[in-house]
């Protein structure tokens, strides 16, 4: 998947359209979504704990914007690989 894929996606949007970027560097899918929630330790699956399942508020306050026809992207990169728990960014 190429880099900065939020441009050519506007590129092929009509002109009412809204893009909004909401990225956030150094986080894997679990820190995004249950940002200040990941412990320090790992379950037998070899997981990142929670301390809660509740959703960061970037996540929520995404979701509270959303309305009929919206369409969602997400992209994660390299960050998932790590083994630290949580991410050292």
Not at 35 to 45: L, P, S
Request: aromatic letters at 8%; charged letters at 15%.
């Amino acid at each position: 998947m190429p880099d900065r894929l939020g441009q050519p996606v506007r590129l092929n949007l009509t002109s009412d359209a809204t893009v909004r970027n909401n990225a956030v560097g150094g986080r894997s899918i679990q820190t995004w979504l249950y940002e200040g929630n990941v412990t320090g330790t790992k379950n037998a699956a070899g997981e990142c704990v929670l301390s809660s399942t509740a959703y960061s508020s970037r996540w929520t306050a995404m979701l509270a914007g959303f309305k009929a026809g919206d369409h969602l992207i997400v992209r994660f990169g390299i960050n998932d690989g790590t083994s630290a728990c949580p991410l050292p960014f």
